[in-house]
């Protein structure tokens, strides 16, 4: 079964699968991606197919504006590049695939960057605009991983650091009104919260389009924001290891990354709830509980207890977050919870930006498994969809609003890799997962064998996820063997230094490894370790399991 299965991995022509190409940029990209050695293939189902409409899209949503280098857009009806989205999570995991769009589409922030320090919101043909801030994902980590990802010239790191260095001064000198060191929110489009019952009664844009500015009248202006302020606090974070790399001074960033800390729980987290509400002007919660925690938990918020109870409380809770498609943006115990998904809402619908900001919240603290329970539904309602769109019903799992939406496209892209694909991390390690999507909807049949290769640092490696087992090769040669249900860790030239057990039951069976056989077990999130010829343990958390009130 696997010489057939490699064979097909093999002979795939990505050229034959994305067909025409329609703009000279179309071409510079795919072959960066083909440089990239990614292939994709499925013995049967309908993902294969639908993962390389998914590659043709993306070549559609990387344009070039104003003659620059083409960058990522967030594509569907929203034309630009958006610093929320595009600009960084979305331009992040690009960045494994065609890593010089990602470069260029962060460079184009900094590019447009104000003579006050902000950053626009958005690039478009018209140019740069600033009505907004519109910040989430911290564009500090997307750039310090995109760096260590690809060993990225310093010049780019110093350039960036110089624009979000100013950005920082600009948010503590506009966004602080009220002096608690959180960053205030002054409308709804500074979370990119369209539509949430979070920013009922507060106007869309700040006051007269001016980002420095909030409407005076407001009887709840201005927010102190929880997502805002993890924000900078995770940025603020990397903002220290880019100055360090950079051999600057980076003692202030840890300070102040801990000040916003302190601040952010001072004012914004309730203890009896163990949730992150905004606080109003008048020194009141509003207890709108909203995707604005997976948010916050993304931006490495708390310790793994903290992440653990979060986990039981809302977002492996089933009356909570935990849809049959997750995750929800609102809490769907709430009587504001709106499930449909046929508009750009963030009042209930589970959004292709949350699913896409999940992972880093959840492998940070080491929830390799539960973030399974994520990924298989949301295959398999890719595997059904016909286009790409911003939303998906949290009850059926159908594409919603828009379509050619550049982070569903992702979504899809690093959800294959990151369950049964070949990940290299900014780290230096590469994950090859043992796992494939399962039939989640009626029983139909998605991708029950896959085969996925990459090329990394010249050695061309290929995964074969079968029934019996997985297979890896290095350079056309078997290199290992291991059972179903494990992650194995190693370095980029394919050296291995250890495993993760990636199911909720314990996996018991042998590793076969450069002519030897290593008996092992492993539980679920369990770390092993492997030196001198020997698999130990290292780590053991368990399994957080859902709950349902």
Not at 515 to 521: G, N, V
């Amino acid at each position: 079964m696997s010489e057939s299965l490699l064979k097909q991995l093999r002979e795939l022509s990505i050229k034959e699968k994305v067909g025409e190409l329609k703009k000279p940029s179309d071409k510079k990209s795919l072959e960066e991606w083909m440089e990239g050695g990614i292939r994709f293939t499925a013995s049967s189902g309908k993902l294969e197919q639908v993962y390389y409409a998914a590659l043709r899209t993306l070549l559609d949503c990387i344009v070039p504006i104003g003659g620059d280098d083409p960058i990522l857009q967030e594509g569907g009806i929203y034309l630009g590049c958006w610093l929320e989205s595009t600009g960084t999570i979305n331009a992040e995991l690009l960045s494994r695939f065609i890593p010089s769009v990602s470069e260029s589409t962060y460079r184009s922030f900094a590019k447009h960057q104000r003579e006050d320090g902000m950053l626009p919101y958005k690039v478009t043909d018209h140019g740069p605009a600033y009505r907004q801030i519109q910040l989430v994902t911290p564009l500090a980590r997307s750039v310090w991983n995109h760096y260590k990802l690809h060993h990225a010239d310093k010049s780019f790191l110093q350039t960036m650091y110089d624009a979000m260095a100013k950005y920082d001064d600009w948010l503590m000198t506009y966004r602080n009104t009220r002096g608690t060191g959180c960053v205030e929110a002054f409308s709804t489009f500074d979370t990119g919260h369209d539509l949430s019952p979070r920013f009922w009664h507060v106007p869309d844009t700040p006051h007269h389009n001016d980002a420095t500015q909030m409407n005076p009248d407001s009887p709840i202006l201005p927010f102190l924001a929880p997502d805002l302020t993890a924000n900078v606090y995770c940025q603020r974070l990397y903002l220290a290891r880019i100055a360090a790399e950079l051999g600057l001074p980076s003692e202030q960033w840890q300070a102040k990354a801990e000040e916003s800390l302190a601040s952010l729980y001072r004012y914004c987290f309730d203890d009896e709830d163990h949730f992150f509400y905004d606080r109003d002007r008048n020194d009141e919660l509003v207890r709108v509980q909203s995707d604005v925690l997976l948010r916050v938990m993304a931006c490495e918020v708390g310790d793994l207890l903290f992440f653990d109870t979060m986990l039981r409380r809302y977002l492996l809770n089933t009356s909570k977050f935990f849809a049959k498609y997750p995750f929800t943006s609102m809490s769907m115990d709430d009587p504001r919870f709106d499930p449909f998904s046929s508009y750009n809402s963030w009042g209930g619908a589970s959004n292709f930006l949350s699913l896409i900001r999940t992972p880093h919240a959840f492998e940070h603290h080491g929830r390799h498994v539960e973030l399974t329970w994520v990924m298989y539904p949301i295959l398999a309602s890719f595997a059904k969809a016909t286009r790409f769109a911003q939303a998906v019903s949290p009850w059926t799992g159908d594409e919603g609003f828009t379509e050619a939406y550049s982070p569903s496209i992702l979504c899809l892209l690093d959800y294959v890799e990151r369950l049964c694909g070949i990940l290299p991390t900014p780290e230096g390690e590469l994950w090859f997962t043992g796992l494939v999507p399962y039939d989640m909807d009626h029983g139909e049949e998605i991708a029950s064998e896959t085969g996925y290769s990459r090329m990394v640092d010249g050695i061309a490696y290929e995964l074969l996820n079968m029934r019996e087992g997985s297979e890896l090769y290095r350079n056309g040669e078997c290199w290992m063997k291991f059972p179903k249900g494990v992650r194995v860790i190693t370095d980029r030239s394919g050296e291995l230094r250890g495993i993760i057990g990636m199911s909720v039951r314990e996996i018991q069976g042998t590793l076969q490894y450069k002519d030897t056989s290593i008996a092992f077990r492993v539980s679920g999130n369990q770390v092993l370790a492997y030196e001198s010829g020997t698999l130990s343990v290292t780590s053991t958390i368990g399994v957080v399991n859902p709950t349902y009130r």
